[in-house]
């Protein structure tokens, strides 16, 4: 059998912080599971997404201490436009979630920004970028 990619686990501090981030993302994050250990979500195409609490992760592994230093992981979330990408960054930035990256046309052809999640990892948000074609 060859491994295939079923799930991407996250570790974090604040598993309802956590998980209320992600819901404005748009996943469907299962109701009344703030205040779980173990949380996951199924994302379209059957890849799960599953969350753990520190404590979890060293109820295993006693060992484990969260990374310092630099970002080692970073979702994508692909939106239906750099409008999209645009409102979205402003609606999580005016919430409260810390925005890394503002919204930009970059060079390789997208609109993208980056938000940091409740634990500082950076969420990318993305779209094509508008084509002279389109405007």
């Keep these: 059998m060859t491994p295939r990619l079923d799930m991407i686990g996250l570790v974090v ?3 309802a912080a956590s998980l209320a981030f992600y819901r404005r993302l748009g996943l469907d994050v299962p109701a009344g599971a703030d205040d779980q250990p173990h949380v996951e979500a199924v994302l379209p195409g059957g890849v799960r ?3 753990d609490t520190e404590e979890t992760v060293r109820s295993f592994d006693p060992s484990w201490t969260p ?3 630099g970002q080692r992981r970073e979702l994508a979330f692909l939106c239906e436009s750099p409008a999209e990408v645009d ?7 005016g919430a409260g979630y810390e925005g890394h990256l503002k919204p930009w046309d970059a060079f390789w052809g997208q609109r993208y920004a980056v938000v940091l999640d409740p ?6 948000l993305f779209a094509p970028a508008a084509t002279a074609d389109a405007v």
């Design 87 to 93: 409102a979205l960054y402003a609606e999580l930035t």
């Design 67 to 69: 990374q310092r230093g």
């Design 49 to 51: 997404i599953g969350w």
């Design 119 to 124: 634990d500082g990892c950076g969420v990318s």
């Design 13 to 15: 501090s604040d598993m």
